[in-house]
């Protein structure tokens, strides 16, 4: 079992040290991402498709304009 942030996509094995950790590199605390834990990921806004949440939180430009968010 893992949880991802939904704003950074990393990883944690507790959602205890998810939530505590503090500091997510896009700012503030991490948030848990709600949404299943195996891929394909996608984005809510623009429903494109990734193999990995890192990958779609950092993969910069979203077409509808921002960053890809996750569907939760
Ligand atoms: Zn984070
Ligand atoms: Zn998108």
């Not at 950790?21 to 834990?37: I, L, M, V």
């Not at 984005?43 to 498709?49: A, I, L, R, V």
């Not at 193999?51 to 939760?72: F, N, Q, R």
């Amino acid at each position: 079992m893992a949880y991802f942030c939904k704003k950074c996509g990393q990883p944690f094995s507790d959602l205890y040290v998810l939530t505590h950790s503090g500091s997510c590199t896009k700012g503030g605390c991490h948030e848990p991402y709600a949404g299943h834990e195996t891929g394909p990921f996608h984005c809510k806004k623009c429903g494109q498709s990734f193999s990995d949440l890192y990958v779609l939180t950092h993969s910069g430009s979203c077409s509808k304009g921002g960053e890809h968010e996750p569907l939760d």
